[in-house]
């Protein structure tokens, strides 16, 4: 009997192993790719780190997030772990508000809103595999060492958003060493 | 190496990076055209269960990095997206249309119109959508909203101004729990198409 081949069996088994590689790589990969590119713009490209940024009011010219909402006041942080846990604020708004945490994937890893957190919200984020830090009322673990924070903070009029900006203001996003923590 | 024994490599070498390359196209194609997986329709409303979560598959995980990053999960948000009118026509700004609904089953909802690329349109309107705090309803409590370029008297008046092609996303911003659990319970906003410049037939 002659004996199998490469091109006779192991030639046909590795184009589909490099058609589910090519493939899966891409699928897998768009994601990190998109939150990347995210979070470079949030961040100018590494120099805004560890901070609130809050956004203007949405307009036409709006072009950092896509579809965003011109109903909510957005405020964003890219997170890096790199240095240890971080501690997020968001003061307490008289109308939905609600803060979410965004890991490296894309994934929507937590979210809380005004509901539960009628006093504003105050949390820290590690990293999963080190230690889980206390003194917040909420502890996230990020399954990577880099994401987003999110606020929303619903107001529709100029006049909402004048308040959510003033409410914002002095909202955290920091690592406990910048807190002196 | 000899000719024949190079050969003999380069042609299997060749048909796996091809392979490689047909694989990545088509996992480009998945992520840029293929809104369809997992997702729901309610009237031209289309949903995606896996916004957000984090048992998302890779293919939904990858079109809604695409078409809606930073979305929250289905807990707190649910998010549809509608392209055409009652007839499945696509949307055009040179048409005008009517959204008319009752009060969606959410703690908040909006609803707010988008170009081709994602953004707002590029208009100083100020009329980007309508949503439960300021939507104005009749006495029975529906409301009604028109889409145009302009807003003709209308009492609620979404813009399209600018906008060339667009989509409407919907928001449910803290569901109701029959909401979450079936979806056919929620009273979808239906639309109409009213007119169109000069093509009328």
Redesign the interface.
């Known amino acids: 009997m002659k004996p199998l081949s490469f091109r006779g069996l192991a030639l046909p088994a590795s184009i589909l192993i490099a058609l589910a590689v090519g493939h899966l790589g891409v699928v897998t990969a768009y994601p990190y790719w998109a939150m990347s590119t995210a979070m470079d713009r949030i961040s100018q490209d590494g120099a805004a780190v560890n901070q609130w940024r809050h956004g203007q009011r949405a307009t036409g010219a709006s072009r950092r997030i896509v579809r965003p909402s011109p109903d909510l006041a957005n405020s964003s942080c890219v997170y890096d772990l790199a240095d240890g846990p971080i501690r997020v604020t968001a003061a307490a708004w008289d109308g939905y508000m609600s803060v979410s945490v965004y890991s490296a994937n894309s994934d929507n890893i937590f979210v809380v809103n005004d509901r539960a957190a009628p006093g504003g919200v105050d949390m820290m984020i590690y990293e999963r595999g080190t230690a889980r830090p206390s003194g917040a009322d909420l502890v996230v673990e990020s399954p990577s060492e880099k994401g987003i924070v999110l606020q929303r903070r619903l107001a529709p009029t100029p006049e909402r958003f004048a308040l959510a900006a003033a409410a914002r203001a002095s909202d955290v996003c920091g690592t406990l060493a910048d807190r002196g923590l | 190496m000899t000719t024949s024994k190079r050969s003999r490599w380069i042609v ?1 070498l060749v ?3 091809a ?10 194609l ?2 840029l055209k293929g809104e369809q997986i997992g997702q729901s329709s309610h009237d031209h409303w289309l949903g995606n269960r896996g916004v ?3 048992r ?1 598959d ?2 939904t ?2 079109i ?10 289905r ?2 948000t649910i998010y549809f997206t509608r392209y055409r009118d009652s007839e499945g026509r696509a949307f055009r700004a040179d048409c005008a249309y009517e959204i008319s609904g009752t009060d969606l089953p959410a ?2 909802w ?1 609803v ?1 119109l ?1 170009g081709a690329d ?7 309107d100020g009329a ?2 309508i ?1 439960a ?2 939507t104005l309803r009749d006495a029975s409590g529906r409301w009604r909203a028109r889409i145009s370029t302009t807003r003709d008297g209308a009492q609620n008046w979404i813009s399209s101004r ?1 906008a060339d092609s667009f989509d409407l ?1 919907l ?1 449910l ?2 569901p109701t729990p029959d909401a979450l659990a079936d979806e056919t319970t929620i009273p979808f906003p239906t639309l109409t198409r009213l007119s169109c410049e000069g093509d009328e037939r």
Request: glycine share 6%; no cysteine.
């Open positions: 299997p048909a796996i990076i392979a490689l390359a047909t694989g990545a196209a088509s996992g480009l998945v992520v957000g979560s984090t998302a890779p293919w995980r990858a809604i990095a695409r078409i809606g990053l930073l979305a929250l999960n807990s707190e703690r908040w909006s707010t988008y994602d953004f707002l349109p590029p208009n100083d980007f959508s949503d705090t300021r600018a996303s928001r911003y803290n």
